[in-house]
């Protein structure tokens, strides 16, 4: 399908070559009555050569493209079976036995099935949403990777100066361990995140494809694009939870043993000692070992403590362990019962499933038709009427604006406003009813009239036409 040519909005006599941001796309004619006329002199015009420097747009829809086997001959049906495209004349030469699986792509082509559209949107929101929430939870496992090495780095490095050069080869070996860890997480970070790009990349290519295709009505396009669509986001969700699973952050931490440790320094001090005795021997005697018996005894002492006090905490936690295990049947219970809930909750849902469905129609129905609504939303010109009559070759135009009290987008919200009448008069020429058409149309966009400061209704930068066309009074 051609790109479709848009008409002037003022005119609607001819294709719009330009436009104005007060009174919207416009005709070469239009053009020159914005230079011409002082009313619309004021007006910001630009070409649509300026408009659309930087934007692409797909030409034409698919069901303009030559058949690749006769060129002169227009591509108009789809063969799912040997997913190309062919022209009428390859669907009798060779395409006949496959029947039901021929696709009419100007039947398909016809109008954009906008709920398509809105499902392939959704899917991929959803996938962004994914990806989102991907690289939030790997940005937080970094940073939490990353305080935990620099936590037990600097803890091994404590340890190592407290018992110095003895085990510095062990320190060494841990911190290597840990950082080694730290660096395959940040892989892992790099992998998730390069892996989020791409689909991001890809999600926001397919986005600007669906635009251009609505934007100019391809529903061809958009129909060949939601046959595999749906696949395609699905291998994008499954992508994201594979490397989720895949690439997992390793966890690890430092803890000391104090009982072990201290016993540890106890026998390293009598161990050096013993070394130093040993040393200085002339003999060797194994006699000369001197052996600290009380420290010993102290240490044996400690942890004789420390067993009776795991003993008592076992106790306690077997009577915990019995509470538990009741509380825990009592929740058994508790979960059957939700079970049954759920599947009662699970039937109802299934009933209202149609009735949600006809909301959320009902609600893109409202959507749409306050679409209009909403342009008028901020418009600063009160609500008023335009008559217009002819007679004796005059166009009369009257606009009137009753009594009304200012909302929130004029000046003095709440208060009153007096209203008024103004009156206009054209020649009866072609001039005269173009000039007519325009100034209506800009009159329902608001763009002629304003409420002033002493609360009165206003022209907004709209000069009395005092030439050959016409005037106002």
């Not at 086997?69 to 062919?86: D, G, V, Y």
């Not at 803890?155 to 320190?171: H, S, Y």
């Not at 295709?213 to 939601?226: E, K, P, R």
């Not at 959507?367 to 009369?396: E, F, H, L, M, Y």
Request: net charge negative; charged share 30%.
């Amino acid at each position: 399908m051609a790109s479709k040519q848009i008409q002037c909005e003022m005119c609607c006599n001819e294709n719009a070559v330009g436009y104005c941001k007060t009174c919207g796309n416009v005709g070469e004619t239009c053009i020159d009555v914005h230079k011409t006329v002082k009313v619309f002199q004021t007006h910001m015009v630009s070409l649509n050569e300026e408009n659309n420097e930087n934007q692409k747009f797909i030409k034409q829809d698919i069901t303009e493209e030559k058949c690749k086997q006769h060129p002169t001959e227009k591509a108009i049906f789809l063969c799912k079976i040997h997913e190309t495209m062919i022209c009428g004349r390859c669907l009798h030469s060779g395409h006949l036995p496959c029947g039901q699986e021929i696709v009419d792509l100007l039947h398909e082509a016809d109008s954009l099935d906008f709920e398509k559209v809105n499902k392939m949107k959704s899917a991929l929101m959803e996938v962004k949403d994914e990806i989102l929430l991907t690289k939030d939870e790997a940005e937080q496992s970094k940073n939490s990777s990353k305080n935990n090495a620099e936590k037990c780095a600097q803890e091994c490095m404590e340890l190592g100066n407290r018992i110095k050069q003895r085990v510095d080869e062990l320190t060494s070996d841990i911190i290597h361990r840990i950082t080694r860890t730290h660096d395959i997480n940040v892989s892992t970070y790099s992998s998730i995140t390069q892996t989020c790009n791409e689909i991001t990349k890809w999600c926001e290519d397919e986005e600007n494809t669906i635009d251009n295709c609505v934007d100019n009505n391809m529903a061809g396009n958009l129909y060949l694009m939601h046959r595999h669509f749906k696949k395609e986001v699905f291998d994008a969700g499954f992508h994201l939870k594979e490397i989720k699973h895949k690439h997992i952050f390793k966890g690890f931490d430092f803890k000391e043993n104090e009982v072990i440790l201290k016993c540890l320094f106890e026998d390293l001090e009598e161990v050096c000692e013993h070394q130093e005795e040993v040393t200085g021997s002339d003999d060797g005697n194994s006699d000369d070992v001197f052996i600290s018996p009380a420290k010993i005894n102290k240490t044996r002492r400690e942890l004789t403590a420390l067993l009776n006090q795991i003993k008592q905490d076992l106790d306690q936690s077997e009577k915990t362990r019995k509470a538990l295990c009741d509380e825990l049947q009592k929740v058994k219970q508790d979960i059957d019962n939700s079970e049954k809930k759920r599947r009662s909750l699970e039937q109802e849902l299934l009933k209202t499933k149609p009735d949600m469905e006809k909301a959320k129609k009902e609600r893109a129905e409202v959507k749409a038709q306050c679409s209009p609504v909403k342009d008028r939303i901020n418009w600063t010109q009160p609500t008023g009427t335009v008559n217009v009559t002819v007679d004796n070759r005059i166009i009369d135009l009257v606009f009137i604006f009753p009594d009304g009290i200012q909302t929130t987008h004029h000046p003095s919200p709440g208060k009153p406003y007096k209203g008024g009448t103004f009156t206009g008069r054209l020649f009866l020429n072609s001039e005269g009813e173009l000039l007519c058409r325009m100034l209506k149309a800009a009159f329902r966009r608001g763009a002629m009239f304003i409420l002033g400061k002493e609360g009165k209704v206003v022209l907004d930068g709209v000069s009395l036409y005092d030439g050959s066309v016409g005037y106002f009074g």
